[in-house]
């Protein structure tokens, strides 16, 4: 599987994991007997791991959009996004796991007390400064990606905004009703699948041999390039042929039309070009003259029957 393709996964099973958090997670009056009950069933660590992987997943497909498309703005968003999911993580495995001691002990026990200490973890200082601060920063990775995908033109202009909204909208969603908050997983995953489908149909753009259906675009500019090719290496055939219409001006970029006749040497025993000698001064009786003559010479060449020139 190739990058584009695994950049594609990383989008898709994100988005759907954070689907899955929302949906399966049991909802109960967290101060009750009821609430604890729910954190300590296998349903609430279940749902919570799948959205700390949703984390994971979501910042590696930024990273991957970065070593696809480039963009200035792309290889920051990675980072702020990897950071946010840093600082996010901790708070997310105390619900996971911390949580979860404490529903179990107080459904035990059957002591409704031992649910104050859930808020006390949750609403300390430090842990909700964490968590925030790294939700704010997933969700500004996330958007500036999406600018990122909307200037680049590789993929759909609006096909990052699902999830940038989707990031934008963590923190609120937090206070809605369990309805509001599964419509927000299932915004989550929107994005993620139209982000996978859209970087899985550009990479069988640019993979599809030309002439087919889906490469149809690869393989018109690949005639072009074709074309232009062929186009080129006959102009420089015609220039190479002294009689071409490229000789006239080969003829008036060369310093010297006719060198001296003394001055070119015939082919050797194995067929190739002897190098050109430098011109020479003309002696008395000597067939050649020795200067230069204008670009308007064209002397006859001829022969012997060896092949040589005179």
Do not use: K
């Amino acid at each position: 599987m190739n990058r584009a393709r695994l950049t594609a996964s990383a989008f898709a099973a994100g988005g759907v994991l954070f689907l899955l958090y929302q949906a399966a997670r049991p909802y109960a009056d967290e101060t009750t007997l009821e609430g604890a009950a729910a954190m300590a069933s296998p349903s609430w660590t279940a749902a919570h791991l799948a959205a700390s992987i949703g984390f994971v997943l979501v910042s590696l497909g930024i990273l991957g959009l970065y070593l696809l498309l480039g963009g200035r703005r792309l290889l920051p968003a990675a980072v702020v996004a990897w950071l946010g999911a840093g600082l996010t993580l901790p708070y997310y495995g105390a619900e996971t796991f911390g949580l979860r001691v404490i529903g179990a002990r107080a459904v035990r026990d059957r002591d409704v007390t031992l649910i104050e200490l859930v808020d006390q973890f949750r609403f300390a200082p430090a842990a909700v400064t964490v968590f925030a601060a790294g939700l704010a920063l997933l969700a500004v990775g996330v958007v500036m990606a999406a600018v990122e995908i909307r200037r680049s033109g590789a993929l759909r202009r609006w096909s990052g905004l699902p999830l940038a909204v989707g990031f934008a909208l963590f923190i609120p969603q937090f206070y809605g009703s369990p309805a509001v908050r599964i419509a927000h997983g299932a915004l989550l995953a929107a994005g993620g699948l139209w982000l996978a489908y859209e970087l899985w149909r550009a990479d069988g753009h640019a993979t599809a041999p030309a002439g087919t259906t889906t490469g149809t675009a690869t393989g018109t500019a690949a005639e072009a390039l074709a074309g232009a090719g062929t186009a080129a290496v006959g102009a420089a055939r015609r220039r190479r042929r002294p009689d071409g219409p490229g000789a006239a001006g080969d003829r008036r970029t060369r310093a010297g039309a006719c060198p001296p006749e003394g001055g070119i040497r015939g082919r050797g025993r194995a067929g190739r070009a002897a190098p050109t000698a430098a011109p020479r001064v003309s002696r008395p009786g000597a067939g050649g003259s020795g200067g230069r003559r204008g670009p308007g010479c064209r002397r006859p060449r001829s022969t012997t029957p060896g092949g040589r020139a005179p």
